[in-house]
Structure formats: C-alpha cells, structure tokens
C-alpha cells in the first residue's frame, strides 16, 4: 500500500516536472519567434512595364514591420532600405543569380545599417571616396584587405583628399571582412544599388543582345528583432523581373 502510494505521487510529481517542462520550452519558442519578417515591396515599376535603356526609371518600396513599423508612417529607416538593379541577357539567368545576391545582400545590409551611406555610394564621390574607385586603388595590392579593414575600424584620413572618415567602432572584424572583401570587388562591374524608399534607376545606353534582356529589381530591408530578442533579426525582401526595350 505504501509503496503503491508513493509510486503514485512519484508520478504525479514527474508528469507535474514534465508538464513545466514542456510549458518552459514553448515560452522559449514564443519568445525567439516572435520576431515578424518585413514585408517588402517594390511598389514600382509593376511588374507588367516594359523599361526603356537610357532613361531613368522612377521606383518605390513599401515595408512593413510588426516590430519596426510601416515605412508610409515613415517608421522605417529610409537609408536601410536597399534597392539592387542587375541586368540579365537571358531569363534563364535569374535562378543562378538570386542564388548568388546574399553575397551582395549582406555586406550591402551591414553597411545600411551602419553609417557608410552617408558618406559613400556605388560609383558617385559623395564625402567618401565611390567604392568603385577604392577597389581600383587597392584591389591588386599586396594585403589590401587587412589595411582597409584597420583604416574602416579605426578610421582614415590624408589619403583621399581632405575630408576625414571617423572610426566605426559598431562594425564587426567578421563584418569588416565581408565589407572590405565586397567593395574591392567593385571595379570592373560595381552593383548597381540605390538607398532609399524612392528614386529613379538609371538605365544604360542599349546593350547588345539585348532582345531576351531583363531586369532583376531586389529590395531588401532587415528588421531591428523584438525587444524580446535583438538579435534575432530578419531579412526581409522582394525580387522582381522586368522586360527592357
Ligand atoms: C562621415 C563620413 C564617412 C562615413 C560615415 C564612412 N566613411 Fe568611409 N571614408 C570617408 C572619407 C572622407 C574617406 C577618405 C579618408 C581619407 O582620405 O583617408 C573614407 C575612406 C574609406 C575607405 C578607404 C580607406 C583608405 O584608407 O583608403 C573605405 C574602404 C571606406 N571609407 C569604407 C567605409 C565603410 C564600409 C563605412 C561604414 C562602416 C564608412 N566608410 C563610413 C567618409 C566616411
């Protein structure tokens, strides 16, 4: 009888643990998911246009968040909003290419995050050098990654001309290396990107081959996470193809 008895209360007692076992690990689960992946989407051009070479074409993004917000209450941070333009000579190139854009999308992303696009675009002089030409000066010397990585930490001054770049203390060494090993490889083909909610894409002059030709539009923002979880952030984005005449 006794031993009945204490069997019993021995499993009460582990189904009880049990119980708040499982329970502990759903509030887990609850609390490193409940961060929503922004919806991003290209607002124009729609999908159905047709784009012209050598003209600019006015595009615009909307994001929403369930943490960050709605970009059209301007609760999104404009400059962490990404817009990549490639153009493709055949529609069969675009699997293998959105198959490749992370290695673009990240170092892009950790950069908007950070404070880069102030100072610096893709092939413009803005305070900072373009990166296409800080990939002509370094790309084919010895170490060029480790000094720019240190120049990008601790900041630089007298090589570009008068203006200075503070230090970035916020990047990573991991971030820094993705970062310096993207823009030096910005030389021959820089990535054409746009920061911002709206713009315009400037189109080239015709290219050959050009009758299959396509567009590639991918927008991107990544979220801040939850206050449950800062670091589980996500990213969040929207490719579209267009046809180009
Ligand atoms: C306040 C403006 C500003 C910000 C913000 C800024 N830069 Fe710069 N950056 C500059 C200027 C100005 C130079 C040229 C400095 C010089 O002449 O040594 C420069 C130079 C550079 C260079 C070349 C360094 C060299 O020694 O030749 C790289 C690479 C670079 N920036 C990347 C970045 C990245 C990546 C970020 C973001 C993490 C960033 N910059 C943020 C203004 C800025």
Same mark, same amino acid.
């Given at each position: +009888?006794?031993? #009945?008895? +204490?069997q019993?209360?021995?499993v009460r007692?582990?189904?009880?643990y049990?119980l708040?076992?499982?329970?502990?690990?759903?509030?887990?689960q609850?609390?490193?998911?409940?961060?929503?992946?922004p919806?991003?989407?290209?607002?124009k051009?729609k999908?159905?246009?047709?784009?012209n #070479?050598?003209?600019?074409v006015? @595009? /615009?993004?909307?994001?929403?968040? /369930?943490?960050?917000?709605? !970009?059209?209450y301007?609760?999104i941070?404009?400059?962490?909003?990404l817009?990549?333009?490639?153009? =493709?000579?055949?529609?069969?190139l675009?699997?293998?290419?959105? /198959?490749?854009?992370?290695?673009?999308?990240?170092p892009?992303?950790a +950069? *908007?995050?950070?404070?880069?696009f102030?100072?610096?675009?893709a092939t413009t002089?803005?305070?900072?050098?373009s990166?296409d030409?800080v990939?002509k000066?370094?790309?084919?010397?010895?170490?060029a990654?480790? @000094?720019?990585m240190?120049?990008?930490?601790? $900041?630089? !001054?007298?090589? #570009?001309?008068?203006?200075k770049m503070?230090?970035n203390?916020?990047?990573?060494e991991?971030?820094?290396g993705?970062?310096?090993? #993207?823009i030096?490889?910005?030389e021959?083909?820089?990535?054409?990107? @746009?920061?911002g909610?709206e713009?315009?894409?400037?189109?080239?002059e015709?290219?050959?081959?050009?009758d299959?030709?396509?567009?590639v =539009?991918? /927008?991107a @923002?990544?979220?801040? $996470?939850?206050? *449950?979880s =800062?670091?589980?952030?996500?990213?969040g984005?929207?490719t579209i193809?267009?046809?180009?005449?």
């Amino acid at each position: +009888m006794i031993t #009945w008895f +204490m069997q019993d209360l021995f499993v009460r007692h582990l189904v009880t643990y049990l119980l708040s076992l499982i329970g502990l690990l759903a509030h887990t689960q609850v609390l490193i998911e409940n961060n929503h992946t922004p919806v991003v989407k290209i607002d124009k051009p729609k999908v159905s246009e047709t784009i012209n #070479w050598n003209t600019l074409v006015p @595009y /615009a993004i909307n994001v929403t968040d /369930a943490e960050d917000g709605n !970009s059209a209450y301007e609760e999104i941070a404009e400059k962490e909003v990404l817009l990549i333009v490639q153009y =493709l000579e055949n529609p069969s190139l675009v699997d293998d290419y959105l /198959a490749r854009i992370n290695q673009d999308l990240v170092p892009l992303v950790a +950069m *908007s995050q950070s404070t880069c696009f102030n100072c610096h675009a893709a092939t413009t002089k803005l305070i900072g050098p373009s990166f296409d030409l800080v990939a002509k000066r370094y790309s084919a010397k010895d170490n060029a990654k480790g @000094y720019l990585m240190e120049r990008l930490i601790i $900041g630089s !001054s007298g090589v #570009w001309g008068e203006e200075k770049m503070p230090p970035n203390p916020d990047i990573t060494e991991e971030e820094a290396g993705l970062i310096i090993d #993207w823009i030096l490889n910005q030389e021959d083909n820089p990535v054409q990107f @746009y920061v911002g909610l709206e713009g315009a894409i400037r189109t080239p002059e015709v290219q050959s081959n050009s009758d299959k030709g396509v567009y590639v =539009l991918t /927008a991107a @923002y990544k979220d801040h $996470g939850s206050t *449950s979880s =800062l670091k589980n952030k996500k990213l969040g984005l929207q490719t579209i193809t267009l046809r180009v005449k």
